[in-house]
């Protein structure tokens, strides 16, 4: 069984930045894809980053060029590295990861999830 284990969230101020981390135990980490995602209260889970073991890259368009993600197979983390931060960034934030695909699109594409990370953008 995989476990997922964010942190590094908090509040922030608009404009400043926050790096999350999330550390992976059991299963193999650097076969997996690994995803960040979001959710608002009253809104939907959005997909916000995604590496693959290849560690190709996607975004969301509303973060892109401000949000990096990167992997580190040694230490079995994933990190979101958030700069610009907006207030409409406001959200907790989950880690994810994907055991069945190589290239998850959407949430049931990932198998295992963390209990998520709350990230507040004062303006």
């Known amino acids: 069984q995989v476990q997922l284990v964010e942190s590094g969230g908090g509040l922030v101020q608009a404009g400043g930045s926050l790096r999350l981390s999330c550390a992976a135990s059991g299963g193999t980490f650097s076969s997996y894809a690994m995803g960040w995602f979001r959710q608002a209260p009253g809104k939907e889970r959005e997909f916000v980053a995604r590496?693959?073991?290849?560690?190709?890259?996607a975004y969301a368009d509303s973060v892109k060029g401000r949000f990096t993600i990167s992997r580190d197979n040694a230490k079995n983390t994933v990190y979101l590295q958030m700069n610009s931060l907006k207030p409409e960034d406001t959200a907790t934030y989950y880690c994810?990861?994907?055991?069945?695909?190589?290239?998850?699109?959407?949430?049931?594409?990932?198998?295992?999830w963390g209990q998520g990370t709350q990230v507040t953008v004062s303006s």
């Open positions: 590496i693959k073991w290849t560690s190709t890259t």
């Open positions: 994810a990861a994907a055991a069945r695909y190589s290239s998850p699109s959407y949430p049931a594409d990932y198998d295992y």
